[in-house]
């Protein structure tokens, strides 16, 4: 039977120990257990006495990006997680991992089960670049590239060639910066970290000397920010090779831009111009391997070589830019540029997927169409974080946009919009579905021996942890 649904049900006070005296709970279902989903769930349980809220998790290991996103050598970005496992063990809270959406249970289900569902399942896929050759082997999307090295169990077969000089990587927001650093770091910065076992072994093995990080548009409107890019100015054993020519009209533009992205493009001004320093000087002798920005230059074709199974380089168009400022379009100019690769990284985004034909999406913007957090024409329907924004914003940005939703959902259950006059059966009846069809969530202290067991994998090679890297393993530790 499921173990995880009957203690949920003990600890809830619904069976056992004689239920507690309080009238029904407003019943409310999150889904996804990323940022988006333990902040939803946090603001929830802390408005109001009255609510109880389970969380559902595709996964049987929680906290989306933050564990499967994230860079390895960011640890202090995980911190996070301390605050989403105290609301997970908050008594009116309860996590069923190991449970797909849209497959196992789906929405309409939920939506009888709960008085409110909040959907909040981030982007699991990658945008297109729409161009020829995207499908060779070689060329991957960041998403599964840093799945792969961060052991999300989807990406385990990538094994990406990394059997070339030069690496290309299009797009300049931070994931291409994360991208760009684990393919050029020392090893002995990366292996003290928890980047997966495999990810190390074919990074030892990685010819892969220089990285070129292309955009469409120009220095003014690159999209990582300065704490990344310093990251990469200092990276230990790398020099920066950039293109003067690249920055001919920066200085100018730099007058009248906020002050964010003034210190930005000084720091990129200074890093792809400047005559460095002695000492900086003699780091940039010894380093053996490079990085560079190419600034307006959009991806034509990816080309293989003659046998016609490796890439050997990439088409670029040749883009000019069209008015200023974050606003500013790129246009092609109708010239084009090789440049010889083996391998393309294609960082020009995350986006979400529709996960049941019932719930409204909005197959342009890539979101489900809301207004503050709720799903448009949809009554009992929330969402939050990046299916409710688009994939862009860090954690503190999911954080506020998840509080939002939370805030619409409690404001509705004050003025009654939101309707608990009749009682639900919440996770009673959902895990009674789920045990029907074999599934068998996982819950948190499941979680809690997956997360021991990895802790304890890692401590034996100095690592934070060693990650478990399929399913099938990770429910083998949970239900040990
Ligand atoms: C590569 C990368 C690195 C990043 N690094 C940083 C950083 O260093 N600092 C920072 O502040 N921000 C960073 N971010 C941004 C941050 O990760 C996001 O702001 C945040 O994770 C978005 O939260 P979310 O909950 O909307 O989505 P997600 O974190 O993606 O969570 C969604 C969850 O829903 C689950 N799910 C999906 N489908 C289903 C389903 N059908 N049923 C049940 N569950 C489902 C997923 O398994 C996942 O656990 C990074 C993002 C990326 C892509
Ligand atoms: N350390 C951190 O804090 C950290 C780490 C990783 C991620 N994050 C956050 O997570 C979010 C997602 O990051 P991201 O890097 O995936 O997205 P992003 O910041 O939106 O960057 C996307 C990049 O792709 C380019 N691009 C988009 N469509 C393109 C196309 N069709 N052709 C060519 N180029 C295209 C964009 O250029 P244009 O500007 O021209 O569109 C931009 O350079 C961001 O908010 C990021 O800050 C934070
Ligand atoms: C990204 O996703 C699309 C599907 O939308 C796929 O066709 C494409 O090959 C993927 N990869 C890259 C590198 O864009
Ligand atoms: C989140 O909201 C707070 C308070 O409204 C604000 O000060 C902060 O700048 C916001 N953070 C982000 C990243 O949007």
């Known amino acids: 039977s499921n173990v995880a649904c009957i203690r949920s049900l003990y600890s809830a006070g619904v069976i056992g120990r004689g239920a507690s005296s309080s009238p029904s709970p407003s019943k409310i279902c999150v889904i996804g257990s990323g940022p988006a989903g333990f902040y939803t769930a946090q603001h929830l349980l802390k408005a109001r006495q009255d609510i109880v809220v389970d969380i559902y998790e595709r996964l049987p290991v929680p906290f989306g990006l933050v564990r499967f996103g994230v860079a390895p050598d960011h640890p202090e970005v995980k911190n996070v997680i301390n605050t989403f496992t105290q609301t997970a063990n908050h008594p009116r809270c309860h996590f069923y991992g190991n449970v797909n959406v849209g497959k196992d249970v789906s929405v309409s289900e939920l939506q009888q089960a709960y008085h409110g569902v909040v959907l909040s399942y981030g982007a699991e896929a ?12 070689g060329v991957y999307s960041a998403k599964d590239f840093v799945g792969w090295y961060n052991g999300l169990p989807s990406c385990r077969e990538l094994t990406p060639d990394l059997s070339c000089d030069t690496a290309v990587i299009l797009g300049q927001g931070n994931v291409a910066l994360d991208v760009a650093r684990v393919l050029l770091a020392p090893l002995s910065i990366l292996k ?4 997966t076992q495999p990810a190390v072994e074919a990074l030892v093995h990685s010819q892969v000397r220089r990285v070129l990080i292309i955009g469409r548009r120009g220095p003014t409107q690159i999209a990582c920010t300065i704490k990344e890019l310093r990251e990469m100015v200092n990276l230990p054993g790398t020099r920066p090779e950039m293109k003067a020519a690249d920055f001919a009209e920066v200085s100018e533009a730099l007058k009248d831009v906020p002050r964010p992205r003034k210190r930005l493009t000084e720091l990129l001004l200074k890093t792809a ?16 391997r490079t990085w560079g920005f190419r600034f307006y230059r959009s991806p034509i074709e990816v080309f293989a070589d003659a046998e016609g199974k490796k890439i050997s380089g990439i088409r670029l168009a040749v883009n000019k830019l069209e008015g200023s400022g974050e606003g500013a379009q790129a246009v092609l100019t109708g010239e ?12 020009i985004g995350y986006k979400s997927l529709p996960i049941d034909p019932s719930v409204p999406f909005d197959p342009c913007k890539a979101i489900v169409p809301n207004t503050l957090g709720r799903v448009q024409q949809a009554k009992g329907l929330y969402c939050s974080g990046w299916l409710k924004t688009g994939p862009t914003g860090v954690i503190a940005t999911t954080m506020n946009n998840s509080f939002d939703t939370a805030r619409s959902v409690v404001e509705d259950l004050n003025s009654g919009t939101l309707d608990v006059s009749t009682e639900k059966p919440g996770s009673q009846s959902i895990c009674a579905l789920l045990e029907q069809r074999r599934v068998k969530p996982v819950s948190f202290s499941d979680w809690e021996k997956i997360n021991t067991e990895e802790t304890r994998r890692g401590e034996a090679v100095g690592k934070p942890r060693e990650k478990l890297l399929s399913v099938e393993e990770m429910l083998r530790v949970a239900r040990a």
Do not use: F, H, W
């Not at 003290?192 to 980047?195: A, M, N, P, Q």
């Not at 460095?276 to 000087?281: I, V």
């Open 273 to 288: 111009l400047e005559v460095p320093g002695e000492k900086e000087q003699e780091r940039r002798n010894k380093a053996t």
């Open 126 to 137: 990658n945008r297109s670049m729409g161009v020829q050759g995207e499908d060779l082997a």
């Open 336 to 347: 084009v540029e090789e440049v010889s690769c083996g391998l393309v990284i294609s960082s």
């Open 192 to 195: 003290k970290t928890d980047i």
